[in-house]
């Protein structure tokens, strides 16, 4: 397959690449990132074009689109993307939008920026981006308190999912009595 190449001998393809850098793929937060919040941040990061991060459009339907998957992970993905840093939303969408104020048809889909980058509206910034994902720490996990259980510890649960049967007879729960 032959290439096409403009004037000065560039390559006219169809598309840009998009960089990921393996500081980014050594972080906690990405390690500790779905499958699907994986692919979901792939997908925003190739909408980036160079000028546009704070305004990157992507819908809870676009993306069910393009990775070919239902709503109930979608939404899991957006939440744990921002609950890692990763993203953030700039303008929320909503279908109430008719018309921009300028009269021109604007896209209701809710408009992202990425943190690993710096954001380039309202005013491009020179500097690096805020990187929030990379002082994201996973929830810390706690043994299940030893003065509330009969028996040996075996499992690790998080404090408020905490309740064994002989918590339950005692009336005692993890965030407190009932």
Known sequence: ????????????????????????????????????????????????????NGDIPMSHREAEQLLNCSNRPIAKAFAGLEEKGFIKPVTKGSFDWKVAKQG?????STRWELTELPPDLPQRVLGGGTKEFMSW????????????TSGTLSAYHEKSMVCSEHTMKAGVYAHGTR
């Open 104 to 108: 021109k048809n604007h896209g209701r």
């Open 1 to 52: 397959m032959s290439r096409k190449h403009n004037a000065t001998g560039r390559s006219t393809g169809d598309g840009h690449f998009i960089q990921m850098h393996e500081w980014f793929f050594k972080s906690h937060a990405w390690q500790a990132a779905s499958v699907y919040e994986q692919a979901l941040y792939l997908a925003i990061k190739r909408r980036y074009n160079g000028r546009n």
């Open 137 to 148: 720490k996973p929830k810390e996990k706690s043994a299940v308190c030893p003065e509330h």
